[in-house]
């Protein structure tokens, strides 16, 4: 059974997520929660340094090594990113969706009939990008709602204003 519609709850219009942008996205989180791995590659590098520099020990392969490393290990992750936006069972990320969302829960809407219902607390975190709001529900799950899907001026300000009431963005 559906719960009614809030009439004041704020109405996007219909949008699908695109591929590119959730690979994007998805790398996005990838560098902002690994971030601190990147020394190692870091520390090997000055540690060759500081062995190349004593005399202690001549060896340029690792840079080598350590460059195919680190250029591996991010095309790993964005094939992996890119391979999800090709699979059926992922399918329904990529769907035509209109929002409802009011300070209760967020309505995903296919259609009037069908749908699904996302709560607050399912939310982890958000942020405001430069063209969108983007909400985090997880590891490499969010939602994102590009500015050009509101109807007005007035919606975003309300959706900013549920977003800090929830604590979700700062000032």
Request: charged residues 20%.
């Amino acid at each position: 059974m559906q719960a009614p519609s809030n009439p004041l709850a704020i109405k996007t219009k219909k949008f699908a997520l695109e591929k590119n942008k959730f690979v994007g996205l998805c790398m996005r989180q990838l560098f902002s929660n690994q971030w601190k791995f990147a020394f190692i590659p870091l520390a090997l590098v000055l540690g060759n340094v500081a062995l190349n520099l004593t005399g202690t020990y001549k060896n340029y392969w690792i840079y080598i090594f350590i460059a195919i490393g680190v250029i591996g290990y991010i095309l790993f992750w964005l094939i992996q990113f890119t391979g999800i936006t090709q699979l059926a069972q992922y399918k329904q990320l990529f769907d035509k969706y209109r929002y409802e969302i009011d300070s209760r829960q967020i309505f995903m809407k296919l259609s009037d009939k069908e749908g699904g219902m996302i709560k607050w607390d399912m939310i982890l975190g958000a942020y405001k990008d430069k063209d969108a709001y983007v909400l985090e529900m997880g590891k490499y799950q969010f939602l994102h709602l590009p500015f050009s899907v509101f109807n007005n001026d007035n919606d975003k300000k309300l959706l900013d204003k549920i977003l800090r009431d929830k604590g979700y963005l700062n000032s």
